[in-house]
Structures are given as C-alpha cells and as structure tokens.
C-alpha cells in the first residue's frame, strides 16, 4: 500500500502487529509500537504524535495525544487556558468561569514505567485505536471534552531489553523468568523513585511534559506479583502526605472507586481498593505535588506474555488484605485460574476508558476543582511562609544543584535583591527564597520541610506499619545544604534565580608554586578524576593546613617539573565544575601527605540485580571514576589485586550476594543457569585474598553483613536480631558525627545527615577505626525512629585493616538514589582511600 493508499484506511493493531494485542507469548518491540502510533496519526485527524525527547539508551519518548479535531487545531489555545487555570496570579476570580466554559479536561496516562508490567503499554495500541475509530456516545464525549496524552511507555529502553530477554527463552524452560539486570540502564525499578530528584532522562522529560500541559487526571499503570489482587486502585491507605491538597486526596477515592465500579461492572473479578499502597513519599508521584489527582493502578502479573495458572488457595495475604475474601474494598474476589496478558490489557482497558470517561463527563468540575485547589495553594497561610537558601554554603554546587531540582519541579526561586528581614533575622542580598505560595509550593514545601511520619501499628503496642517507600526525604538535609525556613510573611524585592546556574569558579593568588582545592565539595571529586585524567600528579594533606585554611584531605597540585599544563587544566577545572581554586603562592613544605593515585575500581553486580548498584554506577559516571563492571565468576576467578585497588559491594543482603539467583524459584519454575549462584565461598575467598594482598574492599550497607561474617570481622552489627517492636526505622534522615581528620571522613562535616533505611551499625570488637558514629541522643532528622536508645553512641562508617588493605563498612545509604549528596563523599573518599600512598615531600 502506497501512503496516499493508506491515508484515511485507519490500521488496526493487529494489522501492524500481525498479531493481537496481548496475544499469547507476543511482544511487539518499540518501533514497531511506535510505528503503529505514527501510522494512526497518519490516517486519523483525532490522533497527533510527537517525540518528547530521547531516552538514556537513545530510544524516542514518545507522546500521543487524542482528542476531537476541533480541540486538536486549537491546542495552543486551550494549553493556555489550563496555563491560566494552574496559576490563580495570573487569573482574575470571575474569569474562571469562562476559562472552564472555553476549557478542556486534560488526563495523562502514564503506561508501563517498569518494563516487565507490559499490559498497560500494550493496552495503550488498543485504546488509541478506539477512540480514533469509535463514534459510541462515551468515546465521543471523550474527544469533545478532553484532552488525553498518552505516554505508552514511559521506559522504552527497558520494553526493548524485556522483548530481547524474553524472545531468547522463549520455548525453553526458562521462558518468561525475570531478567537478570535492571531494565533501565541506571536505576531500574527506581525510575518509579526518581519523581522529585528527577535525575533520568525520562523522568525530566515527563515532568517537563506536566508543566507544559497541566493534566488534572494522571494516571499511572503498573503490574505487580502474580498471587494477590487482579487489579489494585486507590483510594491509598494512610498515610498520606499532607502536602497534597485535600481535593486530590478526596480525588483518589472519586475517581479509584469509579474505575472499579466499572471493571466489576464489566463482570472482572479481583478488584481492590485501599490496600498496600500508601501515598506519603514524593519520590513516587509528580502530578500530586502540581494540581493533578495522580492515580495509580496494580494489576496482577503473568510471566511478561506467558499466562500462569494461579489456584484459588495460592492467592496470599499482604499485610491486611487477603486475596479471597469478600470485603467492601473487594465486593468481588477472584476464585483463581489462568491469568494471562490478555487479562491485564482487558483490565487496564475497561480502567483507562473509565479514567478518560470521568475526565470528560464532568468536564466541569475537574477545572473547577483544579482552579480551586491552585488558588488554595498559591494564597496558602499555614504557618510557613518560605525557605531561604543562604549563599554561603558548605559545598556552593550542591546548593546550585537543590535549586535545579525544584526549578524543573516548577517551582519559582528568587534572588533577594536588597537585604531583608525575615522572622526577626537580616539576611543579605543574594539570598535565594522559595515562598509557598506559588502554583508548586506544595512540591516545594514537601521537599524542604522536616517530616514527622506518624507512628503507626497493626495494633495499639503492636509492632509498626512499614511506610510502602520511606518516611523522611528533607532535599536540603539528604544535600547537605544549609537552609532556613520562615514563618512569617516578609517583603523584598527578588529578581527570577535563572536556572541552570552554575557557580562561579574562582581561582585565587597567581599559582606559583601550584594550586589547592577544598575537598568539601562533591566536585572535588570530579576534579580530582580529571586531574589525574590529564596524568598529572595529585597530593593530599594528611593534617589541617593552617595557612592556607584547608581541612584535611585538601587536594594539592604543587607545579613539579613537566606540569607546564597545569594551568590550564586548573582554570577550565574551576571554570566547568564552579570550584574556588586557591593558588599557592609558597612551596608546601615537607610533611605528611599522601599521594593520590587514580584507584583502579571494580564494582560488583549480581545477577540477582541491585537497584543501588545501578545509582552507583550513576553516580561514578557522573563524577568521571573509571570502574570495570566485575560479576560472581570475574570475583571468583581471582587474582583481583593485580587489577584492582577498590572494589565496591553495592547495598545488597547476605543472601543474594552469596547465592544470587536459586536454581527454582518458589513457583518451581527453573532460572537459566549461567545466572544462577552469587560470589559464593570461593568468591569470598578471592575478595579476602584481594583485601589481605592490599585491597580496600567496600561494603555498602546490607552488604555489609556478608563480609563481616565471611570475613570473620571483629565487628557486631548491633541490629541483627532486635525486634521490630524494639527498634525500627525504616527511612528516615539520621544525624550521624564524622571524623573529618580519617580519610574517610575527608571534606565531610562533623555533623552530617545519613539515610537510614533499615541500616546496620556497628560496634568494633577488636581492631578497626570509627569514623562516624550516631549521637548519645536521639538522631532522627526527618522521618521516624522507634528505639533510638539503640544507636546510641553505636558506629555509622568504619574502617578494619585486614592483611595489608582495608575493608570499609558504610551502615547507611551514602548515595540514595542520587539524593543523598551530602554523604556522597564517603563514598567517593572509600574509593579514592584504594589509591593513597604516603609520602614525606611533594616531588
Ligand atoms: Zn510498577
């Protein structure tokens, strides 16, 4: 068929796909999906398609937008009108009614985030198929009424991975186990964590995507395990942040209970509402924190496009819900049998038409309400006022990161142009403000406040109710950047904080004998990488250098013989990272320094994958380490100290390092044996042989536990055993006490801020060195603690010789999903600690 042919014939998927949606064991790839969505918006005048941008693996992030021709010609006008509703400032109170007359409901539906949850992406070719061939009264309400975007697949990279994993075991008996990698090359099933800090790729470009279009409605698609509910809806159970506006909490019961009345209507069994999810971590949703009631729906899983057979008595409970009872959050329970895709994208049909229905029948009232709760939330008088960053800051870049943030979370910052007071304090001009009350003060609020997670438990004195993600996230905390909040509303002129701001880098003094750095930015880091990089050659202090007013650990770079283009690095170093330079205007004295090799680095990845191992590769690429990805048979080969100064153990539990993935799963289903096992006891024997020969071996929290214990360490990691009753804290922001003196501790404050996330800590029974330790008195922060007597005074960091290396044990989270800034220091310092070597002179 020639495109003149085609156009105005509309293609079915199944024309394109050769094949049903959702058909048995068929998984149609990307362009192949995109294909279809280009084609559709070819032939039909209801469909439009565009690239919002490319993904981290270079794939398109596409958006398919539906609606009635008419609606579609005047976009631009109508974007402006959601533009209008979603800033109240900017509109007048009796305009409102004729911008809800002119307007149209916007929904966003936000398909397949985590790529082994295919029935929502699928189940997007067949509703865009629907709505631009169908005239039935319901599909035409929706095109006149609302505007629906359609993201279907929100990880396209990881659709890609998941077709060619599942196409190389198809028809073995390995066909439909999960992948033994993340299905997104950094963060994995965190994609769905990175809704605030949006460091990805694809979470940047869906955010930008909401501050352009302003949806009411969201709606986010996933899949979970194969033996609970058919399909979980909101309303959430407690707790909620407070930070969302009241009518999108009371939106989650409206528009959850409607979906379900619909799918039980529809006669399909399984349906729950108000069971596991709760709704308190912004990591987790954008639109809630920007005006748009954001749904989340759960449906029960198969094996990628393999049906499974479930029997009725194999359904298990989950906390307070059981599969198989009749409740009135579960009117209709499922008795079992053969679940298949076909089943999820049946189930995510009936819902995403329900979802578009809602949004167009009352039309009306979504502008309403969303014109309602944005003027609540720009005139807000709730006892804050604003946060105030002052420009003085340990690590300047870290606070020039904090504002990016909440820039691309559409929150306004503003520069203090004159000095002011606020709350009975003068702060000078330059001081960046984020007054709540502005269309994204709900956003912004949640991230810079302290939260109190309320105490919860199964019953009165019983043992806790976990938080479904965590219960302290305090941006300015994780950051490590100073900040103010204000109760009482003050008045300045400020001029817009343009964002990307980069710190400006200075570098002081002429550099006649060489230059020196600070190590208490995060950038000192990359510094450090690109210096060596360059071959120069890179010292460190041991001691404080009083002259020059530099901590120990300050990085040297004395002008030695053959360093003519230390110069020029230096300036483009403080140019490109904003640092502040001091040149040295005397020759460093002999002393105790150590010199700073570049360490060579290997950092381990299971084949049972880690989420933390993909933020650290994140991270270290970020900052410019070189590291060679080492998995079980690299490690248990051997001969690591030849190649390697530093290996990493990312926070993995005792269990999955040692035995990875188990031969059959609790199903009985077989996993392919080349990634079966973990490092094991010959792979533990080579990492002792590594650390005895003069490794440094790090351990990041849960991993812990497998080296002290396959190591024999004289430490006790004082939580192992205790009750939840008796101690519990499950995320949340912990002060802890550094020495800045060890190497470890090197650029770090002595009190710093460490994400606890039932973490280890440590008490040392023989030799060994603790470089940070929790305080005598309660070290919650932000979040929630239960039995903190039991930290009391206990070890954070420490370091134990072993051999002639080290092994470092890091108890908390140093580099939580890139949130954790504050600490990433401890990280990079236990990595460049693999290639120190002490020195008397600097030659
Ligand atoms: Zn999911």
């Known amino acids: 068929m020639t495109a003149t042919e085609r156009a105005g014939a509309i293609p079915s998927p199944e024309e394109v796909l050769g094949y049903g949606v959702g058909a048995e064991r068929k998984i149609p790839d990307w362009p192949l999906m995109v294909d279809y969505f280009t084609r559709l918006a070819e032939a039909s005048p209801r469909v439009a398609i565009e690239e919002l941008g490319r993904t981290t693996d270079d794939n398109p992030l596409i958006l398919v937008t539906i609606s009635a021709p008419e609606n579609l010609a005047r976009r631009e006008e109508l974007r402006a009108i959601n533009a209008r509703l979603f800033d109240p400032r900017r509109t007048l109170p009796e305009a409102v009614e004729g911008l809800i007359a002119e307007g149209r409901s916007v929904a966003l539906l936000l398909c397949t985030q985590h790529s082994n949850e295919l029935g929502a992406a699928l189940m997007t070719l067949e509703l865009a198929h629907e709505l631009a061939t169908r005239d039935d009264p319901e599909t035409r309400a929706i095109l006149e009424n609302t505007i629906t975007l359609i993201v279907p697949c929100a990880n396209p990279d990881g659709h890609r991975m998941v077709v060619e994993w599942y196409a190389r075991w198809l028809d073995t008996p390995y066909e439909g186990q999960p992948m033994p990698w993340l299905y997104h090359r950094y963060v994995g099933h965190d994609n769905n964590r990175d809704w605030f800090m949006l460091t990805q790729a694809e979470t940047r470009l869906i955010a930008a995507l909401h501050n352009r279009e302003h949806p009411q409605l969201v709606f986010d698609m996933h899949q979970m395990g194969r033996d609970g509910a058919r399909f979980m809806l909101p309303p959430f159970i407690d707790p909620l942040d407070p930070n969302q506006d009241p009518i999108i909490q009371a939106g989650f019961a409206t528009v959850g209970t409607a979906l ?455 430490v006790k990691d004082v939580l192992a055993g205790i009750d939840r009753k008796e101690f519990y804290c499950p995320g949340s922001l912990l002060r802890i006490l550094v020495d800045p003196a060890h190497p470890l501790g090197w650029g770090l404050r002595r009190d710093e801020t460490a994400v606890f996330i039932n973490s280890v800590a440590f008490e040392l029974a023989g030799e060994g060195t603790t470089v940070a330790r929790y305080p005598l008195t309660n070290p919650n922060l932000s979040g929630w603690i239960l039995g903190a007597e039991h930290l009391a005074g206990k070890g954070a960091l420490v370091e134990v010789p072993f051999g002639k290396g080290r092994i470092v044990l890091v108890g908390f989270r140093a580099q939580f999903r890139a949130q954790a800034r504050g600490t990433y220091k401890v990280l990079f310092n236990a990595i460049f600690r693999g290639g120190l070597r002490e020195v008397q002179d600097l030659r």
């Open 260 to 714: 379900a009345t619909e799918l039980i209507h529809a006669g399909k069994a399984g349906v729950a509402t108000h069971i596991i999810f709760d709704n308190y971590s912004p990591s987790l949703s954008y639109g809630n924190y920007h005006g748009s009631v954001d749904l989340l729906s759960e449906a029960a899983s198969c094996k990628f496009a393999t049906p499974v057979e479930i029997a009725e008595e194999d359904l298990k409970e989950r906390g307070d819900y059981d599969p198989k009872r009749r409740t009135w959050n579960q009117p209709l329970p499922w008795k079992g049998g053969r679940w298949s895709l076909r089943d999820i994208v049946e189930y995510d049909l009936i819902a995403a038409r329900a979802f578009l229905a809602h949004a167009a029948r009352d039309r009306a009232g979504w502008l309403r309400r969303f014109d309602g709760l944005m003027r609540r939330t720009v005139t807000r008088a709730d006892g804050s006022y604003a946060y105030l960053f002052p420009e003085r800051q340990t690590d300047p870049p870290a606070l020039a990161e904090l504002l990016a943030t909440l820039t691309r979370g559409a929150v306004e910052v503003g520069v203090a142009s004159a000095p002011f007071v606020a709350d009975g304090v003068r702060y000078p001009a330059g001081t960046r403000i984020v007054s709540l009350a502005q269309p994204a003060g709900n956003f912004a609020k949640t991230l810079l406040e302290i939260q109190r997670y309320p105490d919860l438990r199964r019953w009165p004195d019983g043992p806790p109710l976990p938080p479904y993600d965590i219960a302290g996230h305090t941006l300015p905390l994780q950051m490590g950047v100073a900040w103010v909040e204000v109760k009482e509303a003050f008045a300045v002129e400020t001029t817009a904080h343009i964002d990307p701001v980069r710190p400006v880098g200075t570098i002081e003094g002429t550099g006649r004998h060489g230059y020196a750095l600070a190590p208490t930015t995060n950038r000192s880091a990359a510094a450090i990488n690109r210096l060596l990089g360059a071959g120069l050659r890179v010292f460190r202090s041991r001691g404080r250098l009083d002259d020059l007013g530099l901590p120990p650990g300050a990085i040297l770079l004395p002008r030695t013989e053959g360093a003519d283009k230390l110069d020029g690095i230096v300036a483009a170093l403080a140019a490109d990272l904003g640092l502040e330079v001091r040149g040295l205007e005397a020759p460093l004295g002999e002393g105790a320094y150590y010199e700073q090799a570049q360490p060579r680095v290997g950092i381990y990845q299971s084949w049972k994958p880690a989420i933390d191992e993909g933020w650290t590769r994140f991270i270290l690429e970020e900052y410019g380490f070189p590291y060679t990805t080492l998995h079980d048979a690299d490690i248990r080969n051997g001969d690591l100290a030849a190649r390697f100064d530093t290996i990493v153990l990312p926070h993995q539990g005792r269990e999955d390092v040692l035995h990875g993935n188990v031969e059959k799963n609790d199903y009985k289903e077989p996993y392919p044996p080349e990634y079966v096992g973990g490092l094991g006891e010959i792979g533990l024997a080579a990492l002792r042989d590594f650390t005895e020969a003069g490794g440094t071996l790090v351990a990041l929290d849960a991993a812990c536990e497998a080296v002290i214990k396959g190591f024999w360490l004289p």
